[in-house]
């Protein structure tokens, strides 16, 4: 199940052990995130995902956080439907992102890593201060443009493009073996008729062949009958001629 889609990016600042969302971007549509069609992840239809995704952080915080200036430590937490990727540096600022289930882990850590850096780049002082929320309208440019990135895997990973390359041609093969079983199928279907035909030909040739015998010998029997009567009625006429001669 699942997809290959980003849902939302967030930003967190792991305080005390709670995790506080710093700033929010919903980019996958309204009733989705809202918890619509995310059922474990987002914790039911009035929970909200920003929230769902803080337990998931105070529940499994990011292990070995990285040194100074980058964001390491990834966890990936998956439900039904969904996973949530996500790590932290060493000042707790913490930044994580849903995306469906088929979407390369790998590749959200990438984009983490990227959107870490811009991140910090606009809002890292803020950030060990800010209060709930009060990042979301500031830095929506930066997490929107980010989730818009790597929304597309054949424009930000190699190994998806070829992949999707191998399916290109995996899928042209299956086609082309099926085409050719259905000719193949085809091709013995005539065969099969063809022999059927030329058995029937067979059939009828030796049918005809004795038809013609037995309508010789048939014939051959009434030229013998006529000519039979024939004699008899020259013998019944000519017989008292030839008495009245001799006589």
């Not at 990936?76 to 289930?101: E, P």
């Not at 899928?171 to 000719?183: D, G, H, R, Y």
Request: hydrophobic letters at 40%; proline letters at 2%.
């Amino acid at each position: 199940m699942g997809d290959a889609k980003i849902r939302c990016a967030l930003a967190y600042r792991i305080d005390g052990g709670s995790a506080v969302c710093l700033a929010k971007y919903d980019h996958a549509n309204e009733y989705e995130a809202s918890g619509g069609a995310g059922g474990e992840l987002y914790g039911g239809k009035n929970q909200d995902y920003a929230a769902a995704v803080a337990k998931v952080i105070e529940n499994d915080p990011p292990s070995g956080l990285s040194e100074a200036g980058t964001i390491g430590g990834f966890k990936v937490v998956q439900s039904d439907m969904h996973q949530v990727i996500y790590g932290a540096d060493t000042d707790a600022v913490c930044l994580a992102v849903i995306t469906g289930l088929k979407y390369p882990s790998r590749v959200a850590i990438k984009m983490l890593q990227e959107l870490y850096k811009d991140f910090m780049d606009g809002f890292g002082s803020s950030a060990k201060t800010a209060a709930v929320n009060s990042l979301t309208k500031k830095a929506k440019n930066t997490l929107k443009d980010a989730c818009t990135k790597y929304d597309d895997l054949s424009k930000v990973d190699k190994a998806s493009t070829l992949l999707g390359k191998v399916d290109e041609v995996k899928s042209s093969m299956q086609s082309n073996i099926a085409n050719m079983l259905k000719n193949t199928e085809k091709a013995e279907s005539l065969a099969e008729k063809s022999d059927q035909l030329n058995e029937q030909a067979s059939v009828f040739k030796k049918r005809s062949t004795s038809l013609k015998q037995q309508m010789a010998w048939k014939n051959m029997k009434m030229t013998l009958l006529l000519g039979g009567l024939i004699i008899v009625v020259l013998i019944v006429i000519l017989a008292p001629v030839i008495n009245a001669i001799k006589n």
